[in-house]
């Protein structure tokens, strides 16, 4: 760092902040920025793909889209990897010529991004204003000059900002405080007359807004104008729905411009971090949210999206009874699905033998699903249905990207901490390999789910095996019996190193430890068996369509027409003696701890003995709270919409992988340092 009265022409480095005032939140702040990043990165390549790939969609509309997403990507790759760099591992310099080079990306692209929206906007223009002089007008080379334009105006007017900032001394400091190379924040570290830099910024912001934004505005006029000519009203607002998803994307880009500028020369009285956060949402938002735009809105680029994930034969459907028809009428086409599936069912029921009463097919769709006829039952459904987001199901391929999203994060973070425990030998203590073990019944418990739940998402993939079924119940009731039995073992140990210290090493040793692990096995696997089996002995003549997108035992046992008051007693008895026994047993603990912490004479200590409960506390509550509200809904919520039961069942199951890596890498230093350990070995 140099001081305020030294100088340096041409700095090796300079030291990004991150989001200054919020250092603290960087790992938590990542998360949101990371997954961000992860949309943009996705969408914006999926839309590159199916344009690229589909000669149909090689028409000027979506050639120009494909620009707007290769701009959006190199937009967003330009500064996000090293703003999570500064938030995981805090790595904060970054090279003079590297800074210069970023500055030049993220001006130069966000110019291409505002003429890009202004071409767009003539497409619009000439589509609805000049219908027949569209393929005349906007031809092939047209767009390629168009494109070349762009290009030609963002190099030229940036290409001077690096050549400028090159001539100035740096007597202010070298410490950027922003999380990327931004050209304001460079020129304020200048000790030279920065006025001309400051005039040209301001010249080519001014120039590219207004004037961009004034032709966009001026298209639309023209566009309302002749819209408004249309005779039918039908005609009306098809013309103008095809320009909705633009003009999406252009409050998504100008809004976030616009505040942002005003809020620096307005809001001066505002913390810094309001400023940086703003300008990283002016940069992230766009990029993130166009390709959804144009997915949700767009019929073709929606059509072929979907078609990269679902069979053919349900896009032809969708495709020939309308998509605008589909989303009204949402919940309908919900029953018909399942007035198919029932169609499936009765074949293999007829095949089993089972008769079904054929003049039921006019009722209703949900009691017609796999009933038999009279009084007849089926001990064994040859299959059970899935279901995903219950009314949700023609956005299931979106909802599928925050879901796969959640399973990475629990799968990678779950395996570092076990691949980390496991190599670093200073981790081998009693505290750390309860850690892995709570890792393992993480990974365990997302790996039961995750095939079924996007299989249901991606393929519509609703069957499910009975037997299969049955075994997928056993390993998501087992893993969960043994995490609350492995937070239960984290409390015992929390008790001995806060209550006895001395005697630590000697009462938790290895071979102890070795057979508390196989105690939590056992007695995950061995409680659940009578109930799987009680399960294969209830006879099934409701609907055979299960409210969740995995099998979950009160959900498989609603749809029984025997008496199920012994599986309703036996399952509540297993719950009330392990994780309501447990969360008893850890209420114990910790009232034991504290009040053993509350005998320590020094407040420092204090704090730091009971510093060491956080992360566990943490884990129990995210494990205890969702279970206990999926417990309480299923019992007393049965008029609650389907939708509420669905989304806190999976809150319970994914919730908990997700953030366990993360809280345990936040708060532990150790498990903090053999992770950075992995990534940077030099810097640790």
């Known amino acids: 760092m140099l001081t305020s009265n030294i100088t ?5 480095v300079f030291l990004l902040m991150g989001i200054p005032g919020l250092e603290h939140l960087h790992i938590w702040i990542s998360i949101p920025f990371c997954f961000a990043y992860s949309l943009a990165l996705l969408g914006n390549c999926t839309l590159l793909f199916i344009i690229w790939a589909d000669a149909a969609l090689h028409e000027p509309m979506y050639l120009f889209l494909a620009m707007l997403a290769a701009i959006d990507l190199v937009l967003s790759s330009s500064t996000l990897p090293k703003m999570l760099a500064i938030f995981w591992f805090r790595d904060r310099e970054i090279n003079f010529y590297a800074c210069m080079v970023q500055m030049f990306f993220l001006h130069s692209f966000s110019i291409m991004e505002s003429a890009v929206l202004l071409a767009m906007a003539f497409d619009r223009f000439v589509a609805i204003c000049k219908p027949l002089h569209y393929t005349m007008v906007l031809t092939g080379p ?6 070349m334009a762009a290009v030609t105006r963002a190099v030229a007017l940036m290409t001077p900002l690096p050549f400028l900032l090159r001539r100035f001394h740096y007597c202010r400091g070298l410490v950027i405080a922003h999380c990327y190379c931004e050209h304001m924040a460079v020129v304020r570290l200048a000790c030279g007359d920065t006025q001309f830099n400051n005039i040209y910024g301001i010249a080519v912001a001014t120039f590219i807004v207004v004037l961009d934004l004034l032709f966009i505005i001026l298209s639309y006029i023209f566009i309302l104008q002749a819209v408004l000519q249309l005779a039918s009203q039908e005609a009306r607002y098809k013309a103008f729905g095809t320009c909705v998803s633009h003009i999406g994307a252009i409050l998504a880009f100008y809004a976030p411009v616009i505040i942002s500028s005003v809020m620096h020369r307005v809001a001066h009285w505002a913390a810094p971090h309001v400023h940086i956060l703003l300008a990283n949402f002016y940069l992230l938002f766009p990029p993130m949210v166009n390709p959804m735009i144009y997915g949700v809105k767009n019929k073709q680029i929606h059509e072929r999206v979907l078609g990269l994930f679902l069979r053919k034969d349900i896009i032809n459907n969708w495709v020939e009874n309308g998509w605008d028809k589909e989303v009204k009428i949402g919940q309908k086409d919900m029953n018909m699905g399942r007035h198919m599936l029932a169609k499936a069912v009765d074949e293999r029921g007829k095949s089993n033998g089972d008769v079904e009463d ?23 459904p040859a299959v059970f249905f899935l279901t995903g987001i219950p009314g949700f199901e023609i956005y299931h391929v979106w909802i599928s990207i925050p879901f796969c999203c959640l399973y990475a994060i629990a799968i990678s973070g779950n395996g570092m901490i076990l691949f980390v425990i496991i190599t670093e030998s200073t981790l081998h203590e009693p505290m750390y390999y309860f850690l892995s073990m709570l890792s393992f019944t993480d990974l365990g418990l997302c790996l039961s789910t995750l095939v079924t739940v996007l299989g249901v998402l991606w393929f519509n993939a609703q069957e499910i095996n009975f037997d299969a079924c049955i075994s997928q119940m056993f390993f998501i009731h087992g893993f969960t019996f043994m995490e609350s039995s492995v937070l239960l073992a984290m409390a015992f140990d929390r008790f001995i190193a806060i209550c006895n210290p001395l005697r630590y090493a000697t009462i938790l040793t290895n071979s102890r430890i070795t057979k508390v692990g196989f105690a939590i096995v056992i007695r995950g696997t061995t409680t659940l068996v009578p109930l799987l089996l009680l399960l294969k002995h209830l006879s099934f003549c409701h609907s055979h369509v299960l409210h969740h997108s995995y099998c979950f035992h009160p959900d498989v046992m609603k749809l029984s027409c025997t008496d199920t008051k012994i599986n309703s007693a036996f399952g509540l008895a297993i719950v009330i003696s392990t994780a309501g026994l447990d969360s008893v047993l850890i209420l114990l603990s910790y009232v034991l701890i504290i009040h053993s912490v509350l005998r320590i004479a020094s407040r420092e200590e204090r704090k730091k003995a009971f510093g060491t409960c956080v992360s566990h506390i943490s884990a129990v509550a995210l494990f205890y709270i969702p279970m206990i509200s999926l417990s309480l809904v299923h019992r007393f919520g049965k008029h609650a919409p389907p939708l509420v039961h669905t989304l806190i069942a999976n809150v319970y199951l994914l919730i908990p992988p997700v953030m366990n890596p993360i809280i345990y890498s936040v708060k532990t230093k150790q498990i903090r340092k053999a992770v950075l350990k992995v990534f940077l070995s030099k810097l640790i």
């Open 142 to 147: 047209l767009i390629i000059k168009i494109g």
């Open 8 to 12: 340096s022409a041409h700095p090796v």
């Open 358 to 380: 054929k003049d039921s097919t006019n009722g209703d769709t949900l009691s017609s699903l796999t009933m038999p006829a009279s009084n007849q039952s089926v001990p064994h």
